[in-house]
């Protein structure tokens, strides 16, 4: 009978411990789960709020650099008494007969001349040197033409880049040439196994476009820098000539034509034309001796 009761006993006492063993177990278990929700909810949506703290000043020392560069603009045009919205366009022939002069200067400068000269036979050996099917080549025409370009309707406006931009059209019709000569060179199956002779001359007749230039300065990096573009509605008028071959010559092959000023549209799209743009960085730092 002893024996019994002691063996009930020991069960009673086991059973309790493993009670209290589940009950701590789970009561473990409910603890993590709250500090687990304590961390995602609590200390998760403060470090939300600090981000939201940074991001809302960030706007506002955005929207502060934006209101002076907005209080430069209005103080600069409310002193020159123009309007954006009202102020009618300018013929700027003053400017056209500056140009004109200083264009003209030039084109009677012989020191000038032969110094471009000599500088697009270095551009162009340059170009030979990088491909193994050209010769070398020749300068065989260099005209700077007659005629200046005519500025016309220039208006001040805003930018696209938080700046004022001057917006003009570009009127010019002259005869701008540059001729070349040259070998293209087959080089299979050996090299220079034979040559056919190239003689290349591109004309200029007329551009007319929309200019924009745009001062663009920003405080928060006191950067200050110009934009140059050209609006999309520009019109170009090339000639191009060109002669292939030796003994049978081909003048002026049509498709040749057309991939030389297909080229040069392309390039001139891809640097110029709105959206693209030409950079040039302003210096801001002052030198002093």
């Not at 366009?89 to 020191?111: G, K, P, Q």
């Not at 309707?153 to 005869?175: L, R, S």
């Not at 498709?255 to 891809?270: A, M, Q, S």
Request: glycine content about 4%; proline content about 3%; some cysteine.
């Amino acid at each position: 009978m002893q024996t019994e009761y002691k063996y009930e006993h020991e069960r009673e006492v086991n059973g309790s411990k493993e009670f209290l063993k589940g009950f701590l177990f789970g009561q473990l278990i409910i603890f993590a789960l709250l500090l687990t929700l304590v961390r995602i909810f609590i200390l998760r949506g403060s470090g939300s709020t600090k981000r939201a703290i940074k991001e809302r000043k960030k706007f506002q020392v955005k929207s502060e650099v934006k209101k002076n560069l907005n209080s430069v603009h209005d103080t600069v045009l409310k002193k020159l008494e123009y309007d954006l919205y009202t102020h009618p366009t300018e013929s700027c022939d003053w400017i056209n007969v500056l140009i004109a002069l200083f264009i003209e200067s030039y084109r009677r400068d012989n020191i000038f001349k032969q110094s471009m000269i000599n500088k697009l036979n270095n551009y162009l050996s340059d170009t030979q040197a990088k491909y193994s099917f050209l010769a070398p080549i020749i300068l065989t025409e260099c005209a700077f033409g007659d005629e200046y370009p005519r500025i016309s309707k220039t208006k001040i406006k805003q930018g696209e880049h938080n700046g004022i931009t001057t917006e003009f059209f570009i009127n010019f019709e002259d005869c701008i040439t540059l001729g070349v000569e040259t070998n293209l060179m087959i080089n299979w199956p050996r090299p220079c196994i034979a040559a056919l002779p190239l003689s290349l001359s591109i004309s200029l007749l007329h551009f007319s476009g929309r200019f924009m230039v745009e001062f663009v300065s920003q405080a928060d990096s006191n950067s200050k820098y110009i934009l140059f573009s050209v609006g999309d509605d520009y019109q170009l008028e090339l000639d191009v000539k060109t002669l292939l071959g030796h003994r049978t010559k081909i003048k002026d092959p049509e498709k040749l034509t057309n991939i030389i000023i297909n080229v040069i549209d392309y390039y001139f799209r891809k640097e110029f034309v709105f959206p693209n743009y030409k950079r040039i960085d302003i210096p801001t730092k002052t030198k002093i001796d």
